[in-house]
């Protein structure tokens, strides 16, 4: 049984940063792309974030481009979202997500999903 754990968020100030991170077990995890969506309440969720298997590649949305950073450990079955500069707009929920196509736009790419983590940023 695939699970799928994302941990890290909490409340923080317009400028400030936090990291999240994820885990993932039942699955062989470098033979996933991997990813971050995240959905505010009203809105529909958004690719944020997303790295290849060995973690060479990555890209990003343009709304985060420059402020976070995706990157990934195999070795320790962790992936991690670095976020800095953060702006209220960030306020979501943030979801790890994992699978096999390079569709940083699509969540039905996706079939692995965490439970996601809050991340609310005050202004």
């Known amino acids: 049984q695939v699970q799928v754990v994302e941990s890290g968020g909490g409340l923080v100030q317009a400028g400030g940063s936090l990291r999240l991170s994820c885990t993932a077990s039942g699955l062989t995890f470098d033979d996933y792309i991997l990813g971050w969506f995240r959905q505010a309440p009203g809105k529909e969720r958004e690719g944020v974030a997303l790295?290849?298997?060995?973690?060479?590649?990555?890209c990003y949305s343009d709304s985060v481009k420059g402020r976070f950073t995706i990157s990934r450990d195999n070795a320790k079955n962790t992936m991690y979202l670095h976020m800095n500069s953060l702006k209220p707009e960030d306020t979501a929920m943030y979801y790890c997500?994992?699978?096999?196509?390079?569709?940083?736009?699509?969540?039905?790419?996706?079939?692995?999903w965490g439970q996601g983590t809050q991340v609310t940023v005050s202004s």
């Open positions: 790295i290849t298997r060995t973690g060479i590649s990555t």
């Open positions: 997500v994992a699978g096999r196509r390079w569709l940083p736009r699509d969540p039905e790419a996706f079939p692995y």
